[in-house]
């Protein structure tokens, strides 16, 4: 059964950082890009960064800020999110994708969601 499970989330002041860990089962991560999604109250779900096997992307509000990074051995892919603003403010998804090339759209039809990860940023 393919699945992710998303986790690491939190309640963190401005300024602060947080690792959100998405663990992947029922496949071979090796073979996929995983792509970090966000939606925050009240708007779309949008796409934060993505990883292949080769590139990592991001989107411009979070760049410099958050680095995602993978371990196929342990079949999780990582955000680190450093500097956390208010607007970071979000419940966080990770998806399975083929590649990167659409990540800041969330893919069509697409159901292999996780239950997310709530991150609060709030003093």
């Known amino acids: 059964q393919v699945q992710v499970v998303e986790s690491g989330g939190g309640l963190v002041q401005p300024g602060g950082s947080l690792r959100l860990s998405c663990a992947a089962s029922g496949f071979t991560l090796d073979y996929y890009a995983i792509g970090w999604y966000r939606q925050a109250p009240g708007k779309e779900r949008e796409g934060v960064s993505c990883?292949?096997?080769?590139?990592?992307y991001y989107i411009d509000s979070v760049k410099g800020r958050f680095t995602i990074s993978r371990d196929n051995a342990k079949s999780t892919v990582y955000l680190q999110m450093n500097n956390l603003k208010p607007e970071d403010t979000a419940v966080y998804y990770c998806?399975?994708?083929?590649?990167?090339?659409?990540?800041?759209?969330?893919?069509?039809?697409?159901?292999?969601w996780g239950q997310g990860t709530q991150v609060t940023v709030s003093s």
């Open positions: 990883i292949s096997n080769s590139d990592t």
């Open positions: 998806a399975k994708l083929l590649d990167c090339y659409y990540y800041t759209e969330v893919p069509p039809g697409y159901g292999g």
